[in-house]
């Protein structure tokens, strides 16, 4: 299975190519230097088909997008690249001309100015995405379908990998419910919903991250000797970006969830936590930080044209 990082060169040049039929990649037009990248590999569900990859590739291009870093170029990044607010089966002219006017430019400085950097920036974010993949040593198992019992023998080195594969299936199914909750409430926090219902949501999200460290505590501990290079906090962070907290913290909110606690009993549990609680509900209501200025594209290509 390839391993090597592609050059920034290639992966910048294999990004400008998809930009002329755009979104969804096809088998023909997806670059060997994106599906040698270790973020595609890794989400590929069969790595060694060339289709698998190809539809990973897809599905990463269009989370990457759809949190484009800029917020000043992101409709128009989505645009060029064929998603909404572009249609389907529009050419790269109109894709351009679309995303030309969402960006406030003139097509031709678009295209000369402002394209280009965002074909690198989305390159970038390609390649950090690999080195996440390439630094952690450990990704979800992939499943494959079966159409007969597979029973367990009555043997002790057959009850030992039987049970390694239960809690490493407790574990990832915890850290994908709490990556669901997460993004659930930074959807909300989007869509400046109701601050009940973020609230809700982020209290549940609490929960389900809670809940996934104790199943990596529950793991590590079960099975070091596996996972030595992969701390706790690191098998957490596989659900995505969560509110600092204190280890004291932390820790009072995974005594809450262990044991498989129902979010109800962790609520009861946490009831007298009013700072903790609201550390965690302002970690999701305080805006980010802003990025700096030279890492706008706005600031060298200006404001319109």
């Known amino acids: 299975m390839p391993t090597k990082r592609p050059a920034e ?3 910048v040049d294999a990004v400008a190519r998809l930009t002329r039929l755009g979104l969804p ?4 037009a997806a670059d060997p230097a994106l599906l040698e990248l270790r973020g595609i590999v890794a989400r590929a569900v069969d790595p060694a088909d060339p289709a698998s990859r190809t539809a990973a590739l897809d599905g990463t291009l269009r989370g990457l997008l759809a949190r484009f870093p800029d917020a000043r170029y992101a409709t128009a990044a989505r645009a060029l690249f064929g998603l909404p607010p572009a249609e389907p089966g529009q050419n790269l002219t109109a894709r351009r001309e679309l995303a030309a006017k969402q960006a406030g430019h003139e097509v031709h400085h678009f295209r000369k100015r402002v394209e280009p950097k965002l074909v690198e920036k989305l390159a970038w974010e390609l390649l950090a995405d690999a080195d996440r993949f390439t630094r952690l040593p450990m990704i979800a198992p992939r499943l494959a379908p079966t159409t007969s019992r597979q029973p367990v023998q009555a043997d002790p080195f057959a009850w030992e990998v039987a049970e390694h594969e239960e809690h490493l299936c407790r574990l990832w199914s915890a850290i994908y419910a709490a990556r669901a909750e997460l993004l659930t409430v930074e959807r909300l926090v989007s869509l400046d919903a109701d601050r009940v219902d973020v609230v809700h949501a982020a209290v549940t999200a609490a929960w389900r991250w809670a809940a996934a460290r104790a199943e990596a505590i ?4 079960a099975f070091g000797t596996d996972l030595e290079a992969v701390p706790n906090a690191d098998l957490v962070a596989l659900a995505g970006w969560a509110p600092t907290l204190t280890q004291a913290q932390a820790s009072r909110l995974t005594e809450a969830a262990a044991g498989g606690a129902s979010r109800e009993q962790f609520v009861h549990a946490l009831h007298d936590e009013t700072g903790l609680g609201n550390t965690w509900i ?9 990025a700096e200025p030279t890492d706008s594209i706005e600031q060298e290509n200006g404001p319109t044209t």
């Open 9 to 11: 060169d290639e992966v």
């Open 25 to 28: 990649v096809t088998p023909a």
């Open 218 to 221: 529950g793991y590590t501990t």
């Open 282 to 290: 302002d970690g999701f209501l305080t805006p980010p930080a802003a």
